[in-house]
């Protein structure tokens, strides 16, 4: 603040309201420019405190555990966030690739702004453009009022296109363009309007592959895809397992009222054993209802056996095992015989019928996997 009316009460009501310095007129130019100089180092110290508490708080945020993969994960997203390039992030359904997003913007310079997002897969095709850049006042039918696309919402902020690869081939051709122009224009509109925003994509799609078959535009991967950044599949961290168990537990129960639970050490080394296809979104799931379904405070494996049925058809469980093929077959086979011998109230020959095959030949079967009659047992 400079001003040539100045007094001790005006400085400090000025320096309240948010100025650096006050200064008096008529200045010395040499000591202004220490002034601005020494303001803006102020900012610099200013943000680089605040980021070094948001990345001290990031590593115990949302990217649970301490495996390799999950390490290297963090170390790329540090690297990253703090630039302005655009980012490409890959991965299958339920690993994150979200939560990925938003530590980043969290982590980058435009923090302070918004993080928008945009799920391509769940916009009806007629309504993207309309969603991404917007429309002037009497555009729509259905609707007078003028929509801001939102492209324009994260002006100066980040713009996350999760499942880009749904988009159109029109869609992304406009895309391009504001890539290009760092500009849009709302439908219906001939106003140009400049834009200062971030975009960062994600899929679970292979777009070398979309690229051959021609649904993905290449000059669009080669804009978007400037760092490539994967998340890795919970199979690929299975050491990571325990931590989620005993993070998804503290919060389920926390944010139900329920009393704390636990999982024994059994349980835990089932659900490592398990393939997760749906990754920590699956997890977290399988968790929350055997948290919510059990009726005691300790979850062990024999309990979470026991209640089997309610979370996991039995075929479910040998396809989510580490087994080989040719245990696989086995246990199937031997699940089959035991559902087709209880169906027909265990006689041998109505069994063998059944599957099509000689009594003798279902003898041999159930001897080599050990069936037994529970009738005969009890």
Not at 278 to 295: A, M, Q
Not at 314 to 332: A, G, R, V
Request: overall charge negative; some cysteine; glycine content about 4%.
């Amino acid at each position: 603040m400079i001003s040539g009316h100045g007094n001790i009460e005006t400085a400090v009501q000025t320096t309240k309201l948010g100025a650096y310095d006050f200064i008096s007129k008529p200045f010395d130019v040499e000591r202004l420019k220490l002034t601005i100089q020494n303001g803006l180092n102020y900012q610099k110290l200013i943000f680089e405190n605040e980021n070094m508490k948001r990345i001290m708080a990031f590593k115990d945020e949302i990217l649970i555990g301490s495996s390799e993969a999950i390490e290297k994960l963090r170390t790329n997203i540090l690297k990253v966030a703090p630039t302005s390039s655009r980012i490409l992030i890959t991965g299958e359904n339920g690993t994150g690739k979200e939560l990925v997003a938003k530590e980043i913007h969290k982590l980058s310079v435009r923090s302070s702004e918004l993080f928008v997002q945009m799920n391509c897969a769940a916009i009806p095709e007629d309504l993207i453009e309309i969603e991404l850049f917007g429309s002037v006042e009497g555009f729509l039918s259905y609707s007078t009022a003028k929509r801001t696309g939102k492209l324009q919402l994260a002006d100066r902020g980040t713009l996350f296109l999760d499942e880009i690869s749904d988009l159109s081939l029109e869609a992304q051709g406009k895309l391009i363009n504001v890539l290009n122009e760092n500009a849009i224009e709302p439908l219906g509109g001939n106003e140009t309007i400049n834009i200062d925003v971030r975009i960062i994509a994600s899929t679970n799609q292979n777009l070398n592959e979309l690229i051959e078959q021609g649904r993905f535009r290449e000059d669009l991967y080669h804009r978007i895809n400037v760092i490539t950044i994967n998340v890795p599949p919970l199979r690929e961290r299975r050491e990571d397992i325990p931590q989620f168990v005993e993070h998804f537990t503290e919060e389920i129960c926390t944010q139900n009222n329920l009393p704390s639970k636990k999982f024994t050490k059994s349980a835990v080394d089932y659900l490592c054993s398990l393939k997760w296809p749906g990754n920590v979104r699956e997890l977290k799931n399988t968790v929350e209802r055997l948290i919510i379904l059990s009726d005691s405070d300790v979850i062990d494996k024999n309990l979470l056996e026991e209640s089997e049925q309610k979370f996991f058809s039995e075929f479910d469980k040998f396809i989510n095992t580490d087994i080989s093929l040719h245990e696989f077959q086995d246990q199937t086979e031997k699940l089959f015989i035991e559902r087709k011998l209880k169906e027909n109230g265990w006689n041998i020959s109505k069994t063998a019928e059944a599957l099509n095959i000689q009594r003798s030949h279902l003898y041999t079967k159930i001897k080599q996997y050990n069936i037994e009659n529970p009738a005969k047992v009890n």
